[in-house]
Structures are given as structure tokens and as C-alpha cells.
């Protein structure tokens, strides 16, 4: 992105701070295409004009984003509760362990897989039936998802 872009670019949002709410409004009819919401007060009619602006000029959210905001938009409305759980993440390089019969157990999250003694895994379910010898969800036998109640070592 050139330089002459990025300041273009911050001097439309620092003319957005000093624009009185008459004309945010207006600004945000002329850039979405329909009424600006009447909650919105001018700070969030700033916010919401000043994403665009950007998302206009250096791209908005990539796919995976997208998907997972509409995931939790999707769970919200679905909810009895109206609780939002986050995906958890685990990047490569994270140890997880797990306790299980008194011996802690080390697994290494790799790039494509995980490794447990030394050997690669693609899947933690598989460490964990190694471990234990029984059919085990692996993300929830190494704490990644509410169970609901404690494993039993």
C-alpha cells in the first residue's frame, strides 16, 4: 500500500473525529446505502463509517474470520442463555498436559498434528486412547472442552 493511500487514508478519519452528528449521518446514508441505525450515537456512527473507510481501502476480514463470527452469531441467537463460547486455539509449539492413574502426560500441538513419547498423532483422540485404553474425545480428555464434570483418573 503506498504511502500518498495510508495518508489519504488518516486524514478521512481524522476528519471523521471533528464531523458533527448531522453530517455523520449523512455520511453514513451516502456510504451504506441506508439509514443509520437510531441508537447509534456519533461515536458509533464514527466507529462504523472509519471500519469501512479502512475495510475499503486495505480489505476487510478474511474467510475464517467471517466464518467464525458468523458461527457466534449463529450460537448466541441459539442460546438459552445468550452465552458466547470461543472457539479455543491451540498454536503449534503448545505443550498440553494431562494428569491420568498419577503419571502427567506431555503432548507437543504441532503445525499439522500433535506428538506424544517422541511420535507424531493426528489426532488427540488418539493420545488419549493410548493413554487411558478406552474411547476417549481428545480435546476434552486434555481440558480443551467443558466435559461437563471431571474425568476420573
Same mark, same amino acid.
Given at each position: 500500500?503506498?504511502?500518498?493511500? /495510508?495518508? $489519504?487514508?488518516?486524514?478521512? !478519519?481524522?476528519? +471523521?473525529? =471533528?464531523?458533527?452528528?448531522?453530517?455523520?449521518?449523512? &455520511?453514513?446514508?451516502?456510504?451504506?446505502?441506508?439509514?443509520?441505525?437510531?441508537?447509534?450515537?456519533?461515536?458509533?456512527?464514527?466507529?462504523?463509517?472509519?471500519?469501512?473507510?479502512?475495510?475499503?481501502?486495505?480489505?476487510?476480514? /478474511?474467510? $475464517?474470520?467471517?466464518?467464525? !463470527?458468523?458461527? +457466534?452469531? =449463529?450460537?448466541?441467537?441459539?442460546?438459552?442463555?445468550? &452465552?458466547?463460547?470461543?472457539?479455543?486455539?491451540?498454536?503449534?509449539?503448545?505443550?498440553?498436559?494431562?494428569?491420568?492413574?498419577?503419571?502427567?502426560?506431555?503432548?507437543?500441538?504441532?503445525?499439522?498434528?500433535?506428538?506424544?513419547?517422541?511420535?507424531?498423532?493426528?489426532?488427540?483422540?488418539?493420545?488419549?486412547?493410548?493413554?487411558?485404553?478406552?474411547?476417549?474425545?481428545?480435546?476434552?480428555?486434555?481440558?480443551?472442552?467443558?466435559?461437563?464434570?471431571?474425568?476420573?483418573?
Amino acid at each position: 500500500m503506498p504511502a500518498d493511500v /495510508d495518508e $489519504a487514508i488518516e486524514a478521512e !478519519l481524522a476528519r +471523521l473525529r =471533528s464531523m458533527p452528528k448531522v453530517e455523520l449521518r449523512q &455520511r453514513y446514508r451516502a456510504t451504506f446505502k441506508v439509514d443509520p441505525p437510531k441508537a447509534f450515537g456519533p461515536d458509533l456512527l464514527r466507529r462504523s463509517l472509519a471500519y469501512r473507510i479502512q475495510e475499503q481501502a486495505f480489505g476487510g476480514l /478474511d474467510a $475464517a474470520t467471517r466464518r467464525m !463470527l458468523n458461527n +457466534l452469531i =449463529s450460537q448466541h441467537s441459539k442460546g438459552k442463555d445468550g &452465552r458466547i463460547v470461543m472457539p479455543r486455539r491451540i498454536k503449534p509449539g503448545a505443550v498440553l498436559v494431562r494428569e491420568w492413574k498419577g503419571q502427567s502426560h506431555r503432548v507437543m500441538v504441532l503445525q499439522d498434528g500433535f506428538a506424544y513419547e517422541g511420535k507424531p498423532f493426528a489426532s488427540l483422540s488418539e493420545i488419549a486412547r493410548l493413554i487411558t485404553g478406552a474411547r476417549w474425545n481428545g480435546p476434552r480428555f486434555f481440558g480443551l472442552r467443558d466435559n461437563g464434570g471431571e474425568a476420573k483418573p
